[in-house]
């Protein structure tokens, strides 16, 4: 099983570009989440989503959005880059028991 | 909602010294405890965990025990080595909307 895979690993985007961050993982887990993490900071949630069709903000949503129309993907669209979205995006999932599993994340810089 | 309060790093250490890494939690009701480790360049990846009060979870030369009475998972480890500089995270299930994971603790052991 591959698990939580994440593509790109590396992107540089000029201001008011777009992208999306692709996620997708193989354990058939409902739970899916988005985290960016600044250099030396915690992670903190973007989006999650407790199944297809079904997605919620997290702590910090603004300039980003989600989809989930299958189990598998769970896709993390950035409109507008601006520079204070540098960060390393993680998507993870979740299982039954709460034991969460990352991907290997993005590296995005916005300049 | 349930939140964990982890001691701030960092920390740096001698080879073969004593690790604490406090962590304390607060809860509606018996929340998983977690610890995740996040080496450099990578995503967090799960290190150890328990599920109820006095249970131990252990990995890789590390502890914890789920202490109901002081509300506390505070991870341990006898000697440490060089392969264990990273990040560490304390974490608790909750929510569909999960919390954020804190800034975590950086430890640095020195050879």
Redesign the interface.
């Known amino acids: 099983n591959a698990g939580v895979t994440q593509t790109p690993k590396f992107r540089i985007l000029k201001i008011g570009q777009s992208m999306t961050l692709q996620c997708t993982q193989d354990m058939n887990h409902n739970?899916m989440?988005w985290?960016r993490q600044d250099p030396?900071?915690?992670?903190?949630?973007i989006y999650?989503s407790?199944g297809a069709g079904i997605t919620?903000k997290?702590?910090v949503p603004n300039g980003y959005n989600v989809s989930r129309s299958t189990t598998e993907d769970f896709p993390l669209r950035l409109e507008l880059a601006a520079p204070s979205q540098t960060s390393v995006y993680?998507c993870?999932t979740?299982d039954v028991?709460?034991?969460?599993?990352?991907?290997?994340?993005t590296r995005l810089t916005v300049t | 909602g349930n939140s964990v309060t982890q001691m701030e790093g960092p920390v740096t250490l001698s080879e073969e010294a004593f690790l604490t890494i406090n962590c304390t939690y607060t809860a509606t009701g018996y929340p998983s405890l977690f610890w995740y480790v996040q080496y450099p360049g990578e995503g967090l990846q799960l290190l150890l965990k328990a599920t109820k009060a006095d249970d131990k979870g252990s990995n890789k030369g590390f502890e914890a025990t789920y202490r109901k009475e002081t509300t506390s998972f505070h991870l341990e480890k006898g000697s440490v080595q060089v392969s264990d500089s990273a990040v560490y995270f304390c974490h608790s299930s909750g929510s569909a909307r999960q919390l954020t994971f804190g800034s975590g603790t950086q430890l640095t052991v020195l050879p």
């Open positions: 739970y989440y985290y030396g900071m915690g992670l903190k949630l999650y407790v919620d997290g702590e993680f993870a979740r028991s709460y034991e969460q599993y990352f991907g290997p994340g």
